[in-house]
Antibody, heavy 118, light 108 residues
Framework: QVQLVQSGAEVKKPGASVKVSCKASGYTFSTFSMHWVRQAPGQGLEWMAVVNPSGSRTTYTQKLQGRVTVTRDSSTSTVSMELTSLRSEDTAVYYC???????????WGQGTLVIVSS | EIVLTQSPVTLSLSPGERATLSCRASQSVSSSQLAWYQQKPGQAPRLLIFGTSNRPTGIPDKFSGSGSGIDFTLIISRLEPEDFAVYYCQHYATSPGTFGQGTKLEIK
């Protein structure tokens, strides 16, 4: 079955960077786009970024442009999201989510809590 | 950017009742480009409906979606205790897609 397993929780200071990984299994990794969605405490879902199946194209929300980078490694079936210049408002649970090709998300990682605090 | 507005913000119902959740878009969305998700506390969202009315494998038929244009609806018939959660609609008519703010379905 499809599984997306994310890396563990992180605590970072303002100005630092964080890298969250998402390891996929149970399907052909190179045929699906992967998105990142985040959720601040008690808030709704916010789309962040997408990387296409080959990793050749990424799209980021304008809000995070310049601070977020998504990469994928087909040799390890892993997608990674790096967020730099962290601020307190980046405190959230970060999810990876698989896109079967039409824009909805049929499988999600378990989430990674990132806390930004001095 | 297409904005999705969900109503009500909170819906209080009893087990056995029927829930009707609304999602209104700021401009027309193709019916093939609207999805619904369920999220329980401490869990990742789960896809319930895609393409306005299609259920993924494993989603029971008590969940049904409908709508067109700017108005979309999720109906949950015969509420059970495990259905009380937060529900989000999502459009993917444009890239990126966006989510509604969510409807919390709580036990009355």
């Amino acid at each position: 079955q499809v599984q997306l397993v994310q890396s563990g929780a992180e605590v970072k200071k303002p100005g630092a960077s964080v890298k969250v990984s998402c390891k996929a299994s149970g399907y052909t990794f190179s045929t699906f786009s992967m998105h990142w969605v985040r959720q601040a405490p008690g808030q709704g879902l916010e789309w962040m970024a997408v990387v296409n199946p080959s990793g050749s194209r990424t799209t980021y929300t304008q809000k995070l442009q310049g601070r977020v980078t998504v990469t994928r490694d087909s040799s390890t079936s892993t997608v990674s999201m790096e967020l730099t210049s962290l601020r307190s408002e980046d405190t959230a649970v970060y999810y990876c989510a698989r896109d079967p090709g039409n824009g909805w998300f049929d499988s999600w990682g378990q989430g990674t809590l990132v806390i930004v605090s001095s | 950017e297409i904005v999705l507005t969900q109503s009500p913000v909170t819906l209080s119902l009893s087990p056995g009742e029927r829930a009707t959740l609304s999602c209104r878009a700021s401009q027309s969305v193709s019916s093939s480009q609207l999805a619904w998700y369920q999220q329980k506390p401490g869990q990742a969202p789960r896809l319930l409906i895609f393409g306005t009315s299609n259920r993924p494998t494993g989603i029971p038929d008590k969940f049904s979606g409908s709508g067109s244009g700017i108005d979309f609806t999720l109906i949950i018939s015969r509420l059970e205790p495990e259905d009380f959660a937060v529900y989000y609609c999502q459009h993917y008519a444009t890239s990126p897609g966006t989510f509604g703010q969510g409807t919390k379905l709580e036990i009355k």
